[in-house]
């Protein structure tokens, strides 16, 4: 039973990723629509800053606003296996007589 399930699976992905392989065909980006008016391709630097470095450094703002921003208390901070952490003393109040 389940290899039949399995290959009715695998038949049902492979017909629709081929349905939408032949629907979406290239050669239709080939005819121009009415009004449409492309604008000049972008070099590769511009699509390398574009698609890669302005996400890192989208990523490296945001993670250095919240290392810069953190304000939760040292003691409630997850320490990682093996190493040592400040042993946590409190000091004692008594009357001695």
Known sequence: ????????????????????????SPALA???????DP?????VVETLGLYVLA???????IAGLVMVL????????VST???RTKAKTKAKVGAKA
């Open 70 to 77: 953190d304000r939760s208390h040292p003691d409630h901070r």
């Open 1 to 24: 039973m389940d290899k039949k399930n399995a290959r009715r699976a695998g038949a049902l992905a492979a017909g629709t990723t081929l349905m939408m392989l032949l629907m979406s």
């Open 30 to 36: 080939l005819t121009r629509d009415d009004g449409d």
């Open 81 to 83: 296996p093996g190493t």
């Open 39 to 43: 604008g000049t391709g972008l070099s």
């Open 55 to 61: 996400p890192l450094a989208l990523f490296a703002i």
